[in-house]
């Protein structure tokens, strides 16, 4: 019997052997992994405020996934995981910049042992520099040292503690130190302004700001990524022409039909008046946006004389209607020529969701003032999404889009989106601007209705509130840090920096279109609204309408970014689609036929009784996130 027993153990041994054999051969594959390594010198800033020089390898392998491995010790702890999520933004812009789809790489970031805190996102510009140069075998400049963080438009967004970090440059013999545009002139937590020009000047070191990546990319490798200038007019090709001139007549149709293009409330009236002569110029966007406001103050002047038990029945037929719409749209399929218009419609869809339950909750609480504006605007947004739905179906063709890619991308920008908020918040702080906190609570809970609409799989969505949470940071931050003079903001920072992103926004935009065969109408609608905005400021000098100008340049060249990796890790671009002749669609079944109305028969009309163009009141805050989106 111990004999049988030895030869069953045996007999059992070499079975199990055998299928744990069978199962590691299955397991593991012989793959060729093709790496390449440098290591940068972080400028960094120790807990009692000195500074020092923290030794970073940057790997890059391929083939990849698209992941960002940090290895450090200690683990990253200031700012929560700005550094981690910071790298994976520089890995998506690092891989744009250089032509290359974000999945085809991984890469590892390796931090030296230190006791120090690693400071936020502050070395992100660089590893992107770093990052690029890797995958374009490229070498970097050894008397060049950058601090800076990376955002996902590629400009250097401002960080601290920047003396000390040209002191430490300086003690390790660097010759340049780039720092971010706009903190040359640096005040400190005490209130000094210190010139880091000057100051670094005497420690033996050239101190140079820089706006973006591209001009760091050119002091470490000596290539010239210049944005070419390209006309903002050179991205309005024939479809996007129709689709706003499209959208521009539903609004002017309601308009007509409400009565509200002969309204003498100024409130409604200039509005009306600056959409039409936008219209007459051709920027059908932005003439869907303001008669869009005159919509809505038309509409609220309307329900001053409802009753609450009207205004009760009113709120649930909006509710009814978008139930309609969000039905609806779930059943499309997202595809490289229409993710843009789904994008738009679902973030339209949530925006008046967000009103309808204020309005409900407002007239629970007997507040009629706020239940009407909210209604007000509930209506006029849930009443386009019929003309958004319709361009929706006359989009056909372009790549069917994997759930899994658009997950991925999706987490990637939620995870920056967090992370850079918190960051925001504990900057402004620091810098004492209290005030702040109201605009950055509005943010956090676009955060969080984007991490809930990630959670439910409503990918576009969260990556549209992702992106609006990430420029809405970006533009709070340039604010931050905008540069005072006799304790008066430097509006000639915040120009030049406007100036930059719009034009970064134009290329990317134009990139998408004919790099890749996109079709980012969300993009071209903000860069034609941010120069209705930047126009208003060149009038007015309202440096309101140069922080919205700023946002929406920054959507642009965001939206058009992510649109383009998404495309490109898909092997998607240049996928044909057409675009056939535009439908309108109304849940009430009352379309309209606008296909014949003359843009030129009102013009005129408005011309006959001498009215002229008339400065547009802009009273919306700075970061007002239902403001700041495209209103249409």
Known sequence: MRRWAGIIVILTLSLTVALLTAALAAEWQQVIVYTRSTTIHALAVSSNNTGTVINITVTAMTPGSGYVYVASSPLPTAESGTFISSSQIAALVAT??????????????????????????????????????????????????????????????????????????????????????????????????????????????????????????????????????????????????????????????????????????????????????????????????LGFQGLINYYQDEMQNYTTSQLYGLLNQLNNELNYYSNAVSHYNVTTANIDIIIGIYDRIEDAQQSLTAASQDLTTNDIADAISNLAYAKARIETLGDWLAVLNAINGGAPISTNYLEELTSMYLVYAQSITEYTISLSNAIGLPNAMQEMNSITQEVQNAQNNYQNGLYPLALAQSLDAISSNDAMLHLLFTPTINGQESAGYLINITEYVRKLAVFNTYEAENRCGLFPMLAISYIDFGNYYLGDYNSTGNINDLAAALQLYELAASYSQALYELAASTNSCGTPFTITNIQPINVSNASFNIQNTSLTGYNMAFLVVGIALVALAVGVAIFSLKSLKINE
């Open 96 to 289: 744009y910049l250089a032509n290359q789809p974000f999945n085809k790489y991984n890469f590892l970031i390796n931090v030296e042992p230190t006791t120090l805190e690693i400071g936020g996102p502050s070395a992100s510009g660089y590893m992107t520099v770093a990052m690029w140069a890797l995958i374009t075998n490229h070498t970097l400049n050894p008397d060049v040292v950058m601090t800076g963080m990376i955002l996902p438009d590629g400009s250097i967004g401002p960080v601290g503690g920047l003396p000390a970090k040209i002191e430490a440059a300086a003690q390790e013999g660097y010759e340049v130190v780039l720092i971010p545009y706009g903190q040359q002139e640096y005040q400190t937590s005490t209130g000094q302004v210190i010139n880091l020009v000057s100051y670094g000047r005497s420690l033996g070191v050239d101190v140079i700001p820089i706006m973006s990546v591209r001009q760091a990319i050119y002091y470490f490798t000596g290539v010239n990524l210049t944005i070419p200038s390209i006309s903002s007019e050179e991205l309005k090709n024939t479809a996007y022409v129709n689709i706003t001139k499209f959208l521009w007549m539903r609004i002017y149709d309601r308009l007509i039909k409400s009565g509200a293009i002969n309204s003498t409330d100024p409130n409604v009236s200039k509005y009306v008046k600056q959409a039409i002569n936008y219209a007459n110029q051709g920027m059908y966007y932005t003439a869907a946006s």
